[in-house]
């Protein structure tokens, strides 16, 4: 099982330049989560989704779109990119909602010019 | 404000040392969780303790929870350089209404652990 993976790794934005970050899991969990890592901030969830074609706004939601066609698969859209949207983007699974370990993908480290 | 809050911000010892970190939160939770995080890596789960449980072990990890002092810490035993990493809790906070859980999690700003060969 590949577990959690995140496309791209790497990615530099101008300001105002839109794209979606691709999150997929192998592990048929219902619950997937998008989270911002910022020095110092710990990690704020942003989007999370309770299962296939539902999303729910999280701690910091402004700025971003998510959707949940397919239930192994939760994109992150920036529309407009801006400076402050400079950051690690991590995903996350679990199986269910309470007593939920998190899995965790590898990040991406996006950078807004 | 944060939820969760860690205490110390870093930490540094020697191979074979314990180390304990300490994490506070204000709201009450349905269960308060440890991940550990490599440099430029995603989070790994360490261990889950309920509300109900006050300590936990598994393997060199040995969690406590107080409710009533809303904290809980995390020890790790005979410390290896391989434990270098920083360390997160993360609440699963309770609703107000009906005491039922949010199935979110609420990170801490974590511990950075250091420890030297």
């Known amino acids: 099982n590949a577990g959690v993976t995140q496309t791209p790794k790497f990615r530099v934005l101008k300001t105002g330049q839109s794209m979606t970050l691709l999150c997929a899991q192998d592990m048929n969990h219902e619950y997937m989560y998008w989270y911002r890592q910022d020095p110092g901030m710990g990690l704020r969830l942003i989007h999370y989704s309770v299962g296939e074609g539902t999303t729910a706004k999280g701690e910091v939601p402004d700025g971003y779109n998510v959707s949940r066609l397919k239930k192994q698969n939760f994109l992150l859209g920036l529309e407009s990119a801006a400076p402050s949207q400079t950051s690690v983007y991590f995903c996350?699974?679990?199986?269910?909602?309470?007593?939920?370990?998190?899995?965790f993908g590898p990040g991406t480290r996006l950078t807004v010019l | 404000s944060q939820q969760g809050e860690e205490d110390p911000q870093a930490l540094s010892i020697q191979e074979g040392e314990n180390a304990t970190m300490n994490c506070s939160y204000k709201t009450s939770i349905n269960n308060l969780q440890w991940y550990r995080q490599n440099s430029g890596r995603g989070l790994v789960h360490l261990i889950l303790i309920r509300s109900n449980e006050r300590e936990k072990h598994s393997g060199r990890l040995r969690v406590t929870l107080d409710t009533s002092k809303k904290s809980s810490s995390l020890l790790i035993t005979a410390s290896r350089a391989a434990d270098t990493a920083s360390y997160f809790c993360?609440?699963?906070?309770?609703?107000?209404?009906?005491?039922?859980?949010?199935?979110?999690?609420?990170f801490g700003q974590g511990t950075i652990l250091t420890v030297h060969p």
């Open positions: 996350a699974s679990s199986y269910k909602r309470v007593y939920n370990e998190q899995f």
């Open positions: 993360a609440t699963d906070v309770l609703s107000n209404a009906g005491g039922t859980s949010y199935g979110k999690l609420t």
